[in-house]
């Protein structure tokens, strides 16, 4: 079956470094992938996604991922952080068929910006 | 517009008693979901409903009940509470099924801001 992990439960970064968060999927085919963004108290927010082509994808918020096949990988990337993207990410991926599939999310990682 | 609303925003419960969770969107959309957060399990999947008048279970469906009243309204039920049943709970729509639609912003899944549930 699909499914996703994020490895990293809790990061701790500087303000202005930059952020690599990891997403590790389970899938025969082409999946379809997204990150998902949550500041607290409130719904989740759509921050990129993958479906086909151009592998490396760009999002809102000065977001961007990167589809590797030969890793099983869609890490989410941002080049300098700012204190407004504390808050907790999650990855997902698209199980089952294309007109009744869901969307089956990975633990999330909590990202804390230090001053 | 409203999106997607979830009533109500705070519920503490008895074990054993019932309760509804409502749930509507005003995006015209096809699809409707139930997931439950609990910390360090990320967001499961409880129930959905790929159209009007079809629901599927998700990853963890025992004891609850869903019902989607039309289009716009997608209804879960826990028939007699439990203390594992104490989460967040979140209700999202989108236009089509996310693995459809490609790359256009159909497939994407609009949220409601969740309804926290206490069971005691």
């Known amino acids: 079956a699909q499914s996703v992990t994020q490895p990293d439960i809790h990061i701790t970064v500087s303000e202005g470094a930059s952020l690599e968060l990891r997403c590790n999927y389970s899938?025969?085919?082409?999946?379809?992938l997204f990150w998902y963004v949550q500041s607290p108290g409130q719904g989740l927010q759509l921050l990129l996604k993958?479906?086909?082509?151009?592998?490396l994808v760009q999002g809102i918020k000065g977001f961007e991922a990167e589809f590797k096949r030969s890793q099983s990988s869609f890490n989410l990337r941002k080049p300098s952080v700012h204190w407004s993207d504390a808050a907790e990410y999650f990855c997902?991926?698209?199980?089952?068929?294309?007109?009744?599939?869901?969307?089956?999310f990975g633990q999330g990682t909590t990202l804390q910006v230090k001053p | 517009n409203a999106g997607v609303t979830q009533t109500p925003k705070f519920q503490v419960l008895k074990t054993g008693q019932s309760m509804t969770l409502q749930c509507a969107q005003d995006?015209?959309?096809?699809?409707m979901y139930w997931y439950r957060q609990d910390p360090g399990m990320g967001l499961r999947l409880i129930y959905y409903?790929?159209?009007?008048?079809?629901?599927d279970k998700g990853e963890v469906p025992n004891g609850y009940n869903v019902s989607r009243l039309n289009k716009r309204e997608f209804s879960l039920r826990l028939e007699s509470a439990a203390p594992s049943q104490t989460s967040v709970y979140f209700c999202?729509?989108?236009?089509?099924?996310?693995?459809?639609?490609?790359?256009?912003?159909?497939?994407?899944?609009?949220f409601g801001a969740g309804s926290r549930l206490t069971v005691l």
């Open positions: 999202a729509s989108s236009e089509t099924p996310p693995g459809t639609g490609v790359n256009s912003g159909a497939n994407v899944l609009t």
């Open positions: 899938y025969g085919a082409t999946p379809y």
């Open positions: 993958y479906f086909s082509g151009d592998t």
């Open positions: 997902a991926v698209v199980h089952g068929s294309s007109n009744t599939g869901k969307l089956i």
């Open positions: 995006m015209n959309h096809n699809s």
């Open positions: 409903s790929a159209s009007e008048g079809t629901t």
